[in-house]
């Protein structure tokens, strides 16, 4: 399996924009880049995904490296309830096993 | 609220004894999967489902089973629990229909201490 590199911790003031970067240098061509958070004792829930176009949503926005060996979640303001641990996933599309490979993710910390 | 619900909250139980898991979900999602996290670790995935009458083994399936009768339910059994997995627990389904790149959707987790 593709395996992504993280920082193990940021930090960022409120208010401002968050640049959150992961290195998949290994990853292929029918890899999904899924981004996932983990609020303080909650469940892992979605953020983003793209495949090689820049991606954005309500969340957040996922820009992605023309050759796809690195990402970079955005938060375009940070507020206190982003601090989480947030995680990048290479996920193959059409394989037979959907589950996410967790690694352990960036630790963001949000100052007020 | 529609989702994924687990239960118990939380647990403690005595080595060697059998303890079941419960989740449902009420998304009518095809596939379901259980993770373990460890203290200061990512998701470790122990037993998954792509569909009802289906499963199949993760990372870490050793000392667990599961079952998936139905579409909504998918119970994780641990047949004699070891301290070993003292752990949080979560469930998590998907629709699996766009081959891949499908949201998964978490419960809030289940933690369990095995003394």
Not at chain 2, 61 to 69: E, H, I, L, Q
Request: glycine letters at 8%; proline letters at 5%.
């Amino acid at each position: 399996d593709a395996k992504t590199t993280q920082p193990n911790s940021m930090e960022s003031n409120e208010e401002e924009p968050v640049h959150l970067p992961c290195n998949h240098s290994t990853i292929s061509g029918t890899d999904y880049i899924h981004w996932y958070r983990q609020l303080p004792s909650q469940g892992p829930e979605y953020v983003i995904h793209g495949l090689t176009s820049n991606v954005n949503n309500r969340m957040a926005s996922l820009a992605i490296a023309e050759d796809r060996k690195s990402s970079t979640l955005i938060l375009h303001r940070a507020t206190l309830r982003d601090a989480a641990v947030y995680y990048c996933i290479l996920r193959p599309y059409g394989g037979s096993q959907g589950n996410l490979i967790f690694g352990k993710g960036t630790k963001l910390s949000v100052k007020p | 609220i529609a989702g994924i619900t687990q239960a118990p909250t939380s647990q403690i139980l005595a080595a060697g004894r059998r303890m079941t898991l419960r989740c449902t979900q009420d998304m009518r999602h095809n596939a379901m999967y259980w993770y373990r996290q460890d203290l200061g670790l990512g998701l470790r995935l122990i037993h998954y489902s792509n569909t009802a009458g289906t499963t199949g083994k993760g990372e870490v399936p050793d000392g667990y089973s599961v079952s998936r009768a139905n579409t909504d339910d998918f119970p994780l059994t641990l047949a004699s629990a070891v301290p070993s997995q003292t752990s949080v627990y979560f469930c998590a389904s998907s629709a699996e229909l766009a081959g891949g790149t499908d949201e998964q959707f978490f419960g809030p987790g289940t933690r369990l201490t095995v003394l």
